[in-house]
Structures are given as C-alpha cells and as structure tokens.
C-alpha cells in the first residue's frame, strides 16, 4: 500500500464523522493537490506520524472552506425552497394544514438472502466466488428461462450488515477466512493488503452437519441510532446504490477457497435504506 493510500485512509477516518459529506476518492485528490509539497512529498521515504501531522494541516484548512461554502449554498437552498413553497402552495392551502405537514426521515430495512445454487452458473461456474444482480433481469418478469436474481435494486443505501454466513464445511486448518464484497469495498483495517480489501472475518463457526454457520449479532437501533459499527456493518456516507452484489471468501494469503463441492453458499443481508416521509395523515381537500 502506498503512502498516499495509508495517509488518506488515516486523514479519511479522522474527518469521517465531523464531514460526512467527505468521500474517499475526494480526499484522495484533496491530499495529492494540497499536500504535495517538495519537501514532505507523501510517497518519499517512510510516512511518519509527523509527516502526517503536516498534510493534515494543510489539507484541513481546504475542507472547513468547502464546508462553509457548502453551508451557505444549503442555507440559499433553503430560502429559495421556502420562497417557491410560499408562492405555489399557500393559496390552495390553508397556513394551518402546511403546518402539520412536517417531513421525516425514516430507515426501512429489507432482509435478503442469497443462496450460490441459484448463481448463474454459466458466468460463475464455482460456488466461490459469486455474483447476484439486484433488479430485475429481463423486461418480462414472467420469463421461465431468466436467470435467478432478486428482483429489486436498492437506493439510498445508509447501511449494509451480515448477519449470517453458511460455507460448506472444509477442514483446511486455517485463523480466520475473509469475505470480500466488490461493491461494499473496505470495511475494516489490517497489517496486511488483503485484509485491508475485505468487508470482514469468519472466525469460530457452529458446524451444524456439512456447514459452517457465522452468525452476527446485529441489530437495527444500533446502526441507525447510534451509528455503530462492527466489522460486519459498514455505513456509508455519502449514500450509495446497489445494482449487484459479488461475494469471495478468501483465506489469510488472499487466495480463493475451493470448497471442492457445489454445496450452497448462504449469505443474509440487513440491508437499511433512508426514505422520506410525512408524519401526517390528513387529507387535504381542495374546493
């Protein structure tokens, strides 16, 4: 890993919560524009505890200015909405009722569970790895020769957790294996690069018959109320789509595990999504 990736991945966390706003590949760009000067060049020699003190007061000063730009462009946002707002709506609708509509914003979860049998095995013709769309495949839903899927993509994504993982039983005798997911990127930090791609770690499985069974307690309030995290739940800011899913399960080298069999790879999802609505009920008539 370079010294601009591990730099950004330290700067990224510290800014993470104070701007959320902020992505990875923004501050990626922010750090090779700002902080490239001659002398504390990141990618030269050895990246020190101070030198990373240095580009973070350079690049800090560039992102409170970006902040209070993106500030005042919301608070005109908000007058322009209030003045069109006032214009189109309040002679239809009496002062009163537009008072008690109040928009709220809540998170609906979906619970998806994927099974490698139902994989397009033309494309992936192991159980490891695999890849499912989300969407529908093909115009006609009714389609009999379609390819398995789950028939709906998702937007607005605030959270993405496992909560379950089922791998044929192997008896390679192994720490840990890892889970990568393409599209969810990185979730936790490691000594080492493949740890450092993977969404999370397998460790201390229930055999239940030919299985392995991780199980991972998560729960909802926790992501959406506290916003806490575990390796096993990734929040993302800002909010990302999901169009498909592919998942590998590694072992310590970042090679592939070959099961040796076809037997189901089961993998549950807690998907969260924000969604916005109005707290009222009440039906406005118009004379």
Known sequence: MSNLELCT??????????FPWLNYGDLTNIIKKFADDPIYQINNGELTVEKVKIIHTKVYPVIEKIERIKSFRNLDDEENEKSVEKVNLEPTIPKRDLEEIVPTINYKTY???????DRNKDRWSKN???????????VNLSSSDQPNTVYRSFSDVHSVTIKKIIIPYTDISLPYLLLTVNELGSNISGTNDTMNNSFGHLTNPVIMGNYAHFVYNENFESVVQTGQESHMTKIFSPRIELSKLTFNIKKPDGSIVDFDNDDSVVIELQITCLRKELENTMLIRRS
Do not use: A, M, T, W
């Open 128 to 138: 490891n790895p695999f890849q499912f769309s989300l969407g529908p495949s093909s």
């Open 111 to 117: 619970h998806v569970l994927i099974d490698s049998k």
């Open 9 to 18: 991945q330290v700067l990224f966390k510290k800014y993470g919560d104070e």
